[in-house]
């Protein structure tokens, strides 16, 4: 079973910086969609933006412009780079990946048969 797990979160003031990390211990994700979410106590999980496996990249709107998702060229971590954050990015995020992604793990290829999600990593934003 794959455990997808965040890092990089942590406190910084408004107009920061913090960069996400997200990886599976001896994994390369070698065909996936995957996205980070982010979840407010009392509300739903929000995508916060998207790689899909055709190296498609999509934002929500609030984060467009100052955040930018990427993956290293192993394709071993996932990362989010948050720019000039704002109070409102107050968070834990999540790191996922898509039913049908394709691992290769222990030298042996790997279909994810659902959504996979990390255990998220708190991100606190203050003025």
């Known amino acids: 079973q794959v455990q997808l797990v965040e890092s990089g979160g942590g406190s910084a003031q408004t107009g920061g910086s913090l960069t996400l990390s997200c990886a599976a211990s001896?994994?390369?994700?070698?065909?996936?969609?995957m996205s980070w979410y982010r979840q407010v106590p009392g509300n739903e999980r929000e995508l916060v933006s998207s790689?899909?496996?055709?190296?498609?990249?999509k934002y929500v709107d609030s984060v467009k412009g100052r955040f930018t998702i990427s993956q290293d060229n192993a394709r071993t971590t996932l990362y989010l780079q948050m720019n000039n954050l704002a109070t409102e990015d107050t968070a834990v995020y999540y790191c996922?990946?898509?039913?049908?992604?394709?691992?290769?793990?222990?030298?042996?290829?790997?279909?994810?048969?659902?959504?996979?999600w990390g255990r998220g990593t708190q991100v606190t934003v203050s003025s």
């Open positions: 790689l899909d496996k055709d190296r498609i990249i």
């Open positions: 001896g994994a390369i994700f070698a065909r996936c969609s």
């Open positions: 996922a990946a898509e039913q049908g992604c394709v691992i290769r793990m222990d030298g042996y290829y790997h279909t994810l048969q659902e959504k996979t």
